[in-house]
């Protein structure tokens, strides 16, 4: 079986002599690969472009499994260099999209979650402004 040989040779799959360590960095380079398919998916199915939270946490979770593997096992520096700092835009794109979903406002009529900085529902047409200084008089009137 020839191709048995080439496939699991010396030991070895795909030529590739593994262990923890290579498991880490091959994980690190699918995970971090994925977040491809992932935003292509999310852009095709909405006919717009879209980059969903899951592309940034995609983003952490490979770069994070590369740069351990390159710390303790490579430690190689142009390798280290190259993921020691691709958290910060990733931690805080995630920050500024759950800081704008935070921002959204329920319109207490029927409701549907209104972007920030709305003055009217988009659903309705209820005017938050209102429904909002109504909501806080009544909740300290309640106490």
Known sequence: ????????????????????????????NAVFFSRFFL?????????QVVVPPAFWW???AGSGLLLSYALFYRRDSVFIFAYLFTWIPYIRNLVIHYRHLDAHT??????????PHSR???AC?????EEMAGHEAGASRSE
């Open 1 to 28: 079986m020839d191709w048995t040989n080439n496939l699991f040779g010396d030991g070895r799959f795909l030529g590739i002599e593994w262990n923890t360590w290579k498991v880490i960095g091959w994980l690190g």
């Open 39 to 47: 935003q292509w998916y999310a852009t095709e199915k909405r006919k």
């Open 58 to 60: 995609l983003s952490l």
């Open 106 to 115: 329920q319109c207490v009529k029927c409701r549907v979650e209104c972007p």
């Open 120 to 122: 009217y529902c988009h």
């Open 125 to 129: 047409g209820t005017k938050l402004a």
